[in-house]
């Protein structure tokens, strides 16, 4: 009866923590396809790190979702006297989603 009562109380949790994990990966394929494609386009994209997903709590905005993710692109060619050697940048954003987690708009910060 105890087991019951424990996996009755321990499934919501369960269930909310998927629907988390899920939400974080549309919005990290989304973000990637908004970085290869606006942002950075034929640069080589690495994703590094990405927050946790947050909810915006206000109605009347368009925002409803931010994420912060951290990710290098790859700048420069092939080594020779005239250029350097490729260069790993990295780089800081907070995505802000629609409801759709669509990209509305995206904020580079940088931190020390």
């Known amino acids: 009866m105890r087991s019951l ?5 321990l ?17 990290g394929e989304t973000i990637e396809q908004y970085i290869v494609n606006k942002l950075f386009k034929n640069k080589q994209y690495k994703p590094v790190s990405y927050g946790e997903i947050k909810p915006v709590g ?14 290098e692109i790859t700048e420069g060619g092939e080594a020779s006297f005239e250029r350097p ?9 907070l995505f802000y989603m629609d409801e759709k987690m669509k990209v509305v708009k995206a904020v580079s910060y940088y931190t020390h």
């Open 85 to 93: 050697a490729k260069i790993q940048q990295p780089y800081k954003f």
């Open 58 to 71: 206000d109605k009347r905005s368009k925002i409803a979702w931010v994420i912060d993710h951290q990710f």
């Open 5 to 9: 009562i424990f996996l009755l109380l």
């Open 11 to 27: 499934l919501p949790a369960l269930a909310d923590a998927q629907i988390n994990r899920s939400a974080k990966e549309l919005a």
